[in-house]
């Protein structure tokens, strides 16, 4: 049976989840969870990518993780590395994780925000900790010291713009009969450009824009700013026409 394509995402952003082959655990000890870490930090700074959120669990992990590499690359370069340690030190061989990693697109601010609570309250609802805050092993904590604007390696830009402080954050989170609105501002994810030229390769993959009417033209521009909230002056970084033409283009009626 022919393998079901992993789902892409316009903003790069993907839930990903690891669990260890037939339920086994994958960390026995505290000194496990740092060399995790320090697998993590080391693929983040050959890969490029960028991790929003993280929880560590017994035998399996949450990431929340912008990729800038195709994301298998990135977590390859983790599960290869923890691996190889974790092998080594327990004096096993073959796989950790199970099969391929799980992976799900977070393609708007709402949904982040909820994928980012799941996330840190996963030791709760596992009955470990009775607060999210009492969990050494996720980065809830951290953010704490992101609303305080101290670094954390996280990328934490669109969380902080959607709580306006951290006790918003901390009540969204604990909340049980959630209310967005009592908490939440509207949050938004970021249009990059490699979102940009991500959604014209699904979207359009042959297009070739020399052959593309003035219409055609505004209606992509148009498309491409609802979708992704793209700025003109982003639009005019990726695609090959000036800012001011494109200004027009998306002025007319």
Known sequence: MPRIKRKESRTGIHHVFMRGVGQM?????????WGFMNSL????????FSVIAYCLMTNHIHLLVREQEPLGDSIKRISVSYSRRFNKKYGRSGHLFQGRFGSEPVETGRYLARVVRYI??????????FRPEDYR???YKCYRKVFKGMETGLES???KAAFSNWENFRKYTLAEDLKETDFLDEP????TAEMIAGYIMAE?????WSKVSEEEKRELLLEIKEKLGAS????????????NRINRLLKEE
Request: one cysteine or more; glycine letters at 8%.
């Open 188 to 191: 938004s994810v970021a249009c």
């Open 41 to 48: 930090d080391r693929a983040k700074c050959q890969g490029g």
């Open 120 to 129: 840190h309250m996963n030791p709760v609802k596992a009955k470990i900790v």
């Open 137 to 139: 092993w996720s980065s």
């Open 204 to 208: 359009r993959p042959k297009l070739d």
């Open 25 to 33: 655990d994958i960390f026995k000890d505290d000194d496990d969870r």
């Open 157 to 159: 830009d669109m969380v």
């Open 232 to 243: 003109g002056r982003l639009l005019s970084e990726v695609l090959p026409i000036g800012r």
